[in-house]
């Protein structure tokens, strides 16, 4: 059965601070990583990853895919009150074109 | 614009009753999808689609139906309403091609008492 888990599920930290979020997987035939944000409602794309070792960047955001050990990790460098959101991670199969998230990662960042 | 959208945003109801959610996407999208959201599970696939008149059972799919009668809407229905169905609905889609992001609609809260 294929499966996605995050960790940690939850997070506290206080402005500045930098925070790696992970998200392993297994999934028959992988297609694609996906990182979402959700904060009081509808989840918003972050970044998709196919290839492995190939950094996605975005600011503060930064995410990279190892296909070999089946993880992602998304990183958010000087966080903001802002960044406080679930961050969702979804992986597509080829099989099936469908999307299976993790239970997500809710970060509180505190002033 | 394109986008998608969802009705009713909130609704309560009794137990028993039947209730449909409705989703409708002007991208033209063939896949659609249906999920919950509960404190602790993430998102889970309920019914998806890959095109008119094609329907497929997700993780969690009990109690739950769909119908793709055209390329724009994939409306939820629950038949017997039951309170373990008090969640937050989202309704996805996206292109044929299986690779790139889902958009999401806002979500519609659903209480069943």
């Known amino acids: 059965e294929d499966k996605v888990v995050q960790s940690p599920l939850s997070l506290v930290v206080h402005e500045g601070d930098t925070v790696t979020l992970n998200c392993s997987y297994e999934v028959t035939n992988f297609r694609s990583l996906l990182w979402y944000k959700q904060e009081k409602k509808a989840p918003t794309f972050l970044f998709m990853l196919t290839s492995s070792g190939i950094e996605k960047k975005s600011g503060r955001l930064s995410s990279i895919l190892d296909k070999k050990e089946l993880f992602s990790i998304l990183n958010i460098t000087a966080t903001q009150t802002g960044d406080s959101a679930i961050y969702l991670c979804?992986?597509?199969?080829?099989?099936?074109?469908?999307?299976?998230f993790g239970q997500g990662t809710t970060l509180q960042v505190k002033p | 614009d394109a986008e998608i959208t969802q009705s009713p945003r909130h609704k309560i109801t009794e137990t028993g009753r039947q209730v449909t959610l409705a989703c409708h996407q002007t991208w033209n999208h063939n896949n659609m999808f249906w999920y919950r959201q509960d404190l602790g599970h993430g998102l889970r696939l309920i019914h998806y689609s890959y095109g008119v008149h094609d329907t497929n059972k997700g993780e969690v799919s009990d109690g739950y139906s769909v119908s793709r009668s055209n390329t724009e809407d994939l409306p939820l229905t629950l038949e017997s309403a039951a309170s373990s169905q008090t969640s937050v609905y989202f309704c996805?889609?996206?292109?044929?091609?299986?690779?790139?992001?889902?958009?999401f609609g806002e979500g519609s809260r659903l209480t069943v008492l």
């Open positions: 996805a889609s996206r292109s044929s091609s299986n690779t790139g992001e889902l958009f």
């Open positions: 979804a992986v597509g199969s080829s099989n099936t074109g469908k999307l299976i």
